[in-house]
Nanobody
Framework: QVQLVESGGGLVQAGGSLRLSCVAS????????MGWFRQAPGKERELVAI????????YYSDSVKGRFSISKDNAKNTVYLQMNRLKPEDTATYYC????????????WGQGTQVTVSS
């Protein structure tokens, strides 16, 4: 059974930092894209960043480029999202998700971790 378990959320002041973790288990994720998404109340889900398990590909949305950094530890089956210079508008529930090499959508999702940035 595939599981994605996020952790690391919390309450932080604007300008602060947090590091989210996503531990993946239950299958091989070779060639998978791992994405971090976020959703704030009343807003649509937003793709934040992507990393590929098997190569150096990364992607960042314009809203976080230069502030957030996505990375992976293949030995630990863990993907990280380092969030620096946080803003109140970064407040959301953050989700980790996995998309197969030929899949058109993200098939596996974590339960989410809450990030709240106070002004």
């Amino acid at each position: 059974q595939v599981q994605l378990v996020e952790s690391g959320g919390g309450l932080v002041q604007a300008g602060g930092s947090l590091r989210l973790s996503c531990v993946a288990s239950g299958r091989s994720f070779n060639g998978y894209a791992m994405g971090w998404f976020r959703q704030a109340p009343g807003k649509e889900r937003e793709l934040v960043a992507i990393v590929n398990w098997s190569n150096d590909y990364t992607y960042y949305s314009d809203s976080v480029k230069g502030r957030f950094s996505i990375s992976k530890d293949n030995a630990k089956n863990t993907v990280y999202l380092q969030m620096n210079r946080l803003k109140p508008e970064d407040t959301a529930t953050y989700y980790c998700a996995a998309r197969g090499p030929v899949a058109k959508r993200y098939d596996y999702w974590g339960q989410g971790t809450q990030v709240t940035v106070s002004s």
